[in-house]
C-alpha cells in the first residue's frame, strides 16, 4: 500500500465485517521518540486463540475465511520492514485490537496519506456504526467523533452527500491544525 | 475545526431532500469494490470521486455502496452500475479521472462508457 491511511482502512473493514458497532481508530505521531504507532480496535466478533495464531499467515486465513486474507499480512510486512511490528488482540464476542507500530523516520515508512478520504469512505460505506477517531502528533490532539455529529443531525443520516462533504473538510481542517501533513 | 453549528445549517437543508431520497427504492446503485486488492489498486479515491460527483451533481436518486472482493483482483479498481431495468455495467481498472465522464455518459445520460467496461479488456 503507497500510504498508511490505506492500510487502516483495509483493517477497518476487517471491523465492519466483524459486525462492530463501534470502531475506535488511533493514531499517534511522535517524533521525539521516533514512532509512529495506529490502532484499530471493535466491539465486533472477535477471533479464537486457534484463528488468531493464524490470523497474520496468508496462506492459512485467505482458505479459511474471507474476513481477512492478506490485509494483516500485508500491514504486519509494513510494520517489520520498518522496524516495527503489528500486535493483534480478540476475544470471542469481545472485539479486535490491531496494533501497528513504525519507527517514524524509517526510510520505508510510508507517509500516512489521506486520513479524510478513509474517514469518509468508511462513514459512507457504514454510516450506522458510531466511529471515534484521535489523532496525537507531538503532544497535540485531534478528536472526531461521529456521536457527535449523530447529535446535531436527528436521524439525517450520516451518508448524505453534502454531510460527506462536510466531514472531510472537517476531518483535513482539523488535522492542519495539529500540523498532520 | 469546523463548527458544529454549520452542520447544523446544513442538517436543515438537507432535511427535506432526505426524505425524498428515502422514497427512491428504485435508484442507481453505484458499487465499489473495497477490499484489500480494491484499496491497494486505488479504490479509495474512485469512490471518493464518485461521492463529490454525484454530491456537486445533486443527483438525489444515486447510492453509492461498497462491496468486498468482486473476484478479479488484477482488473480491480472495479465499480459495478446498476440502473433500474438494465443489466449491470461492470467498469475495470478505474481511476479518480475516469469517474466524471461515468457519472456524465452513464448515469446522468444513460450510456454507458463501453471503453471503461470489462468487455473492453484484451486478455
Redesign the interface.
Known amino acids: 500500500?503507497k500510504e498508511l491511511s490505506?492500510h487502516i482502512?483495509?483493517i477497518i473493514?476487517n471491523s465492519v465485517?466483524a459486525g462492530a458497532s463501534i470502531i475506535e481508530i488511533e493514531i499517534e505521531e511522535e517524533e521525539k521518540e521516533d514512532i509512529f504507532r495506529f490502532s484499530v480496535k471493535d466491539n465486533g466478533c472477535g477471533m479464537s486463540a486457534d484463528f488468531l495464531r493464524k490470523v497474520k499467515d496468508p496462506f492459512t486465513t485467505t482458505r479459511t475465511t474471507?474476513k481477512t486474507?492478506?490485509?494483516i499480512p500485508?500491514l504486519e510486512a509494513a510494520a517489520v520492514q520498518c522496524g516495527g511490528r503489528l500486535d493483534i488482540v480478540s476475544e470471542p464476542g469481545k472485539g479486535t485490537a490491531v496494533t501497528a507500530v513504525f519507527q517514524n523516520s524509517h526510510i520505508d515508512r510510508a507517509p500516512l496519506g489521506?486520513m479524510a478520504?478513509?474517514m469518509?469512505?468508511v462513514i459512507?460505506?457504514s454510516p450506522e456504526i458510531d466511529f471515534l477517531y484521535t489523532h496525537i502528533k507531538n503532544g497535540q490532539s485531534?478528536v472526531f467523533q461521529t456521536e457527535?455529529?449523530r447529535r446535531?443531525?436527528?436521524g439525517?443520516?450520516l451518508d448524505?452527500?453534502?454531510?460527506?462533504?462536510?466531514i472531510?473538510?472537517?476531518v483535513r481542517?482539523?488535522l492542519a491544525?495539529i500540523q498532520v501533513k | 475545526m469546523k463548527s458544529l453549528a454549520e452542520l447544523q445549517e446544513i442538517r436543515n437543508k438537507v432535511l427535506g431532500q432526505v426524505n425524498l431520497r428515502k422514497e427512491r427504492e428504485d435508484g442507481i446503485r453505484v458499487v465499489v469494490g473495497m477490499a484489500t486488492c480494491g484499496i491497494a489498486a486505488g479504490a479509495r479515491p474512485v469512490l471518493n470521486a464518485f461521492l463529490s460527483e454525484i454530491g456537486k451533481r445533486e443527483l438525489k436518486d444515486v447510492m453509492v455502496t461498497q462491496t468486498g472482493c468482486i473476484g478479479m483482483c488484477r482488473l480491480e479498481p472495479i465499480v459495478e452500475i446498476y440502473m433500474p431495468g438494465e443489466e449491470k455495467v461492470t467498469y475495470v481498472k478505474m481511476t479518480e479521472d475516469k469517474v466524471a465522464r461515468v457519472v456524465a455518459e452513464h448515469i446522468v445520460n444513460k450510456q454507458p462508457v463501453v471503453e471503461y467496461t470489462i468487455g473492453a479488456v484484451k486478455d
Not at chain 1, 160 to 166: A, L
Open positions: 500500500m490505506l482502512l483495509d473493514q465485517n474471507r486474507g492478506l490485509g500485508l489521506d478520504q478513509t469518509v469512505t459512507s460505506g485531534f457527535d455529529l446535531v443531525l436527528q439525517v443520516p448524505t452527500p453534502e454531510i460527506i462533504g462536510w472531510e473538510e472537517a481542517e482539523g491544525e
